[in-house]
């Protein structure tokens, strides 16, 4: 059964055609994934859709109970933004709509409600149209996917892990028609300068020939040029009507020369000891310690609430029993975005804080996606996710080696969170940040620190080993841990007797006094 058609649907803002529409259906057993960049239209087509927006032209009909659940939802309130967002979802799953449209519905939720959110919307049975920028939602949720490009509505089978691959396959097709335009234009031009050639050749009487038989030739070589030139003629008209493929643009790979190279990789730039998180009388966690080392990518997880945002505080602010080595150049990301100047274009901002050249710098603002002239754009006609792209790339290419990153994908749409996951996969110098982004965590984090039930917890690992890891019984890890001591006990003695050290007794008083605490944990168990 339909539950909406709409048909010949037309909307502009200002000059330009935002949405122009031939016809679109929503079965009642659809669950669509609505993608697109940043101002492509998707929320304003939910509102077309739910009635709250009218089109310039077209209409929309419903068969059935419609539900718009709002991307902005009311800030006046003592609630949490996680609160609110659950009780409008209770609210609209309630009053069991025929068709739901559902505007960012993960907004402010961490991930355990991302999940039951999922749980509930998989129980759902009605008809959902979703625009989502947690593509592991889309994943569970979604069996087909409309894409709005330039005012057009494009659908593809599946989730949206199907809809990535379909779309790399039209890249692979589209680079192949590339190739193959390129090769008939080479052919094509280089036949039309052989007949020009040829033609310009046809006028010359060869010397050969005499006086007398060249008045008599003149007919024949005219005839010949007109011949050539008809022939050149004809292929410069083939090369005018030849269907021109633009190329695909390539991803410049990223090499930047970070500050304190030598003396920071590997090495450990970030030290937290026995420090805890307290708000109040409200303990967050209790004291624990970690290290980072240069080229680390640590994830922040945990619950809504739980601390992580006051953890990157802490460690911005050098609380007690946080250190950060000389070597590390630190540099902090969050939402607010006054480090812009609106007047400036997009190159200048960047460019303003930055020792890298300008050929890099264009390099980084092309992945993520300000092309060739959208460079000398201001930042004031920039859209909010674009602004945030513009501080983002500023951030990165500015004399730093440590990135900390508070939820940097908010307000961000999927294109551009896989290109800043592209970038920061490349990127050689330490990043530490807190996101809710399932499959941003899983690109990015090498490691992940979690806070939950009011403590800290390192896991060496990505965030899919994280999820999938089974603990061992406390025996197994002590076993496990005294036996990895004891390796680099032998290894540091091995080394002090070569060439002994401060900085190496130092590391070998401190793995004695390890293992002394590795026994105290061990007798507690017998």
């Not at 007398?212 to 007919?219: I, L, N, Q, T, V």
């Not at 603990?471 to 002590?478: A, G, K, T, V, Y």
Request: hydrophobic content about 35%; some cysteine.
């Amino acid at each position: 059964m339909i539950r909406l058609e709409a048909n010949a649907l037309k909307l502009s803002i200002k000059d330009r055609v935002l949405l122009d529409l031939e016809r679109l259906q929503v079965g009642s057993d659809d669950r669509i994934g609505l993608v697109g960049r940043n101002g492509s239209g998707k929320t304003t087509l939910l509102e077309v859709f739910a009635g709250v927006r009218l089109p310039e032209a077209g209409t929309v009909t419903h068969h059935g109970s419609v539900e718009l659940l709002p991307q902005l939802k009311r800030t006046d309130t003592y609630k949490s933004g996680g609160e609110v967002t659950q009780e409008y979802i209770n609210s609209a799953l309630a009053r069991r709509s025929d068709l739901l449209l559902a505007d960012e519905p993960t907004t402010h939720l961490d991930t355990e409600h991302i999940e039951w959110l999922e749980k509930k919307l998989i129980r759902w049975r009605g008809a959902l149209v979703i625009v989502s920028h947690d593509r592991v939602f889309l994943d569970a949720i979604c069996t087909k996917i409309w894409e709005i490009h330039e005012g057009k509505v494009k659908e593809y089978p599946g989730n949206y892990s199907a809809y990535a691959e379909q779309k790399e396959l039209e890249r692979h097709q589209h680079e192949q028609a590339y190739e193959k335009y390129e090769k008939k234009k080479q052919q094509l031009e280089e036949a039309l300068t052989l007949k020009e050639t040829k033609a310009a050749r046809a006028t010359k009487i060869p010397k050969k020939v005499g006086k007398m038989e060249s008045g008599a030739s003149k007919p024949y070589f005219a005839k010949k040029q007109k011949k050539l030139d008809k022939a050149a003629g004809a292929i410069k008209t083939r090369l005018e009507k030849l269907e021109k493929v633009e190329k695909v643009k390539e991803i410049s790979p990223i090499k930047m020369n970070l500050p304190n190279e030598d003396s920071f990789k590997g090495r450990i730039v970030l030290r937290v000891e026995n420090v805890g998180g307290v708000i109040g009388k409200r303990v967050l966690w209790k004291p624990a310690s970690f290290t980072v080392q240069g080229g680390d990518k640590l994830a922040i997880i945990g619950p809504n609430g739980s601390g992580k945002t006051t953890l990157v505080k802490k460690i911005l602010q050098r609380d007690a029993g946080i250190s950060v080595s000389p070597a590390a150049k630190v540099g902090y990301f969050s939402q607010i975005i006054e480090t812009l100047d609106l007047e400036k274009s997009i190159l200048e901002n960047v460019s303003s804080t930055s020792a890298q050249t300008e050929a890099f710098i264009r390099t980084v603002l092309a992945r993520l996606h300000f092309f060739r002239e959208d460079v000398y754009k201001p930042v004031r006609v920039l859209s909010g996710g674009e602004r945030i792209k513009v501080a983002l790339a500023k951030l990165f290419v500015s004399e730093i080696n440590t990135l900390i990153l508070d939820e940097p994908t908010n307000f961000l749409d999927l294109e551009s969170v896989e290109a800043l996951e592209s970038l920061l996969q490349d990127y050689e110098g330490s990043i530490i940040f807190v996101s809710h982004d399932r499959r941003f965590i899983e690109k990015v984090g090498t490691r992940i620190l979690a806070i939950e039930n009011g403590g800290i917890h390192v896991f060496e690992g990505t965030y899919e080993e994280y999820k999938n890891y089974e603990p061992q019984d406390h025996r197994n890890l002590i076993e496990d841990k005294w036996m990895l001591i004891e390796t680099k006990i032998t290894e540091v003695l091995s080394r002090l007797s070569i060439e002994p050290s401060e900085e190496l007794e130092q590391e070998f008083q401190a793995l004695l006094a390890e293992k002394r605490a590795l026994m105290a944990d061990g007798s507690k168990d017998n």
